[in-house]
């Protein structure tokens, strides 16, 4: 069975922007693709636009960009802004682990100036924990994820020190494309320009590995330590 790559965000953007690429390489590679929002964004609608009809707008893009990626799409609909971190939460992501059986889970980096990607952060550290613990009764059976990387994101750059760059050559205009789907990636809801910055740094991160294109990736800080006899 193909292994699978679970991108966990706060919000769809932060999914299909800062974890796009990773995953849309991975599904190019042979593997399955999971992108999971814990919320619908839907607070970031733009003042001429209920939120909730932003939500739904929110869910239809999301569905449309996994579907252009061949990627599943999970939604957990907690409220935008007041993503809670609580077990409650961490139990909901644990499952959704359990079930799809990532074997590399991706995410927000904690140096985050939004609570939501912080919260985000934390809830995928304690639902990592809980999925693998054996004694945890739930609905599925444990699992345990090899490895975890937290992606590149404008929000969540403070000490964020890459060391793994992936080259995306191959499905960055696949990607950039499902982005689109997306009103806010064109700045239409606010002031980022979204596509200009994540196609500019794709870019950028492809001057300094050697590559075309390329998403530069952090290992998890506990997973950084190697034991050996020998080097
Ligand atoms: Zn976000």
Known sequence: MANTLMAIAAHPGDAFFTMGGTVAQHIQNGGNGVFVSLTLGEKGAPAN????????????ASQEAAKMLGAEFELLT??????????????????????????????????????????????????LFYAALKTMG????????????????????????????????????????????????????GFFRYNDYYSSLAVMRGCLSGFRHAVALMSDPNERVSRVRTL
């Open 49 to 60: 636009i209920p939120v909730e009809r932003y939500g739904e707008m929110q869910r239809a």
């Open 78 to 127: 907690y409220p935008d802004a007041e993503l809670p971190f609580k077990d409650q939460a961490a139990l909901a992501v644990c499952d959704i682990i359990r079930q799809h059986k990532p074997d590399i889970v991706i995410t927000h980096w904690s140096g985050s100036w939004h609570k939501d990607h912080q919260n985000c952060h934390l809830l995928v550290r304690d639902a």
């Open 138 to 189: 739930r609905k599925d059976q444990p699992h345990t994820v090899r490895k975890l990387f937290y992606a590149e994101n404008w929000e969540d750059a403070d000490n964020f020190k890459p060391d793994t760059y992936l080259d995306i050559s191959s499905v960055v205009e696949k990607w950039l494309k499902a982005c689109d789907a997306y009103p806010m990636w064109r700045g239409q809801t």
